[in-house]
């Protein structure tokens, strides 16, 4: 979508609160003939050829396509994830109800990542936090993030977070 085309009748990324919420962008349905291998294949493409900015579900939302090394299959890996912030820290997480995210395992396995942001392309690290760093960063996501808070109370494990730098430019 360019940025002259309207986008009246889209939900504002505020008024998202609730995990169920059917206007949330991971509550759309997706092409039953594609199915979820596909599913960000188109906005992956929309958001190289538009230096980071997508339309549809995710316009005027903040985007990262992060890039990891497969954990069995050493394949490389592109998923777009909205970047959360914590002052200048960066993480992420997911939505996913009945297991962790197939990047989250890969980043266990091999930290080192691919990181696009507003049109710009970064080496950088992510790292699965646990043990005591997990319990306080988690305990301050869930305070300040209600959509995470939400998603943590319906489901029965903890959720994945994952802190996020790019590597000094120099």
């Known amino acids: ?12 990324p505020a008024d998202i609160t609730d995990y169920n919420d059917p206007n949330a962008p991971w509550n759309q349905a997706w092409d039953q003939e594609a199915g979820i291998v596909n599913w960000n294949d188109d906005l992956i493409k929309e958001f190289r050829e538009n230096a980071g900015k997508v339309g549809g579900a995710y316009a ?4 990262v396509l992060l890039t990891t090394t497969g954990a069995r299959s050493g394949k490389r890996h592109t998923t777009p994830l909205g970047p959360l912030h914590r002052g200048d820290t960066m993480f992420v997480s997911s939505f996913i109800e009945n297991k962790y995210p197939a990047w989250w395992y890969n980043i266990k396995a091999d930290p080192q990542v ?13 790292q699965v936090l646990e043990g005591a760093d997990y319990d306080e960063f988690a305990a301050w996501a869930l305070a300040n993030y209600p959509l995470l808070a939400d998603f943590q109370s319906k489901v029965d494990r903890p959720l994945p977070l ?6 000094s430019q120099g």
């Open 1 to 12: 979508m360019s940025e002259t085309e309207s986008t009246a009748g889209q939900t504002d």
């Open 60 to 63: 005027g939302r903040d985007l």
């Open 114 to 126: 691919t990181i696009e942001i507003r049109g710009e392309t970064h080496q950088g690290t992510g």
């Open 162 to 167: 994952v802190v996020l730098t790019l590597d």
